[in-house]
Structures are given as C-alpha cells and as structure tokens.
C-alpha cells in the first residue's frame, strides 16, 4: 500500500513569497551597487599601473554583478516553481475530491 501525498500547500505558496522576495532584494542590492559604483571617482588614474587596475577590476566586478543577478534569477525561478507545484497539487487534490465525491 502507498502512503498518500502530504503537501503543506499553505507553506509552499507562503515560501514562494519569501523567495520572491529574496530575488527582489537581490535586484536592489545590484541596482544599488551599479550605482554606487558609478557615482566613483576614477582613482585608479590614467597612467600604466591605472590602467592595469581597471583591466583587474572591471571584470571582476562585472562578475560580481552577475553573480548577483544570478541569485535574484535563481530565486525568482524558484518562486515560480514553488507556486505552479502548490497549483497544481491543490489542482489533483479538487479533482480527487470530486471524483470521490
């Protein structure tokens, strides 16, 4: 015999919520970043060893920029995913209901 699905659908959609909210913050923490970054100053000069400064740094922070993105993306999908399971298990579950009905 099987044991029946057990699915919390309540906490599903309530942590769905949280990752959306996580993939919002990460967008803001980018946003934030691009424009605090931006508003710099160009310290690093224009001379050989700036020069080679910049040709470190603005890879790096382009990944960093990425990386962030990445996790509001990710957190984003998993939201998404999260909601369209609870969905579709309430769906199964009102369709079981009325076929026992």
């Known amino acids: 015999m099987t044991t029946p699905l057990n ?5 599903m959609n309530d942590d769905a919520e949280g990752f959306s909210r996580i993939s919002e913050v990460a967008g ?3 946003s934030y ?4 970054l931006g508003g710099l100053g160009d310290f690093w000069g224009n001379d050989h060893v700036g020069n080679e400064f910049v040709a470190t740094w603005n890879p790096s922070i382009q990944s960093l920029q990425d990386t962030i993105s990445g996790i509001g993306d990710g957190m984003r999908a998993t939201s998404d995913g ?3 399971s609870a ?3 309430q769906r199964a579950n009102d369709i079981n ?3 026992a009905g």
């Open 7 to 11: 699915v919390n659908m309540a906490q």
């Open 28 to 30: 803001q923490i980018g």
């Open 33 to 36: 970043l691009q424009n605090a």
């Open 82 to 84: 999260i909601t369209t």
């Open 87 to 89: 969905n579709l298990y």
């Open 97 to 99: 209901t009325h076929l």
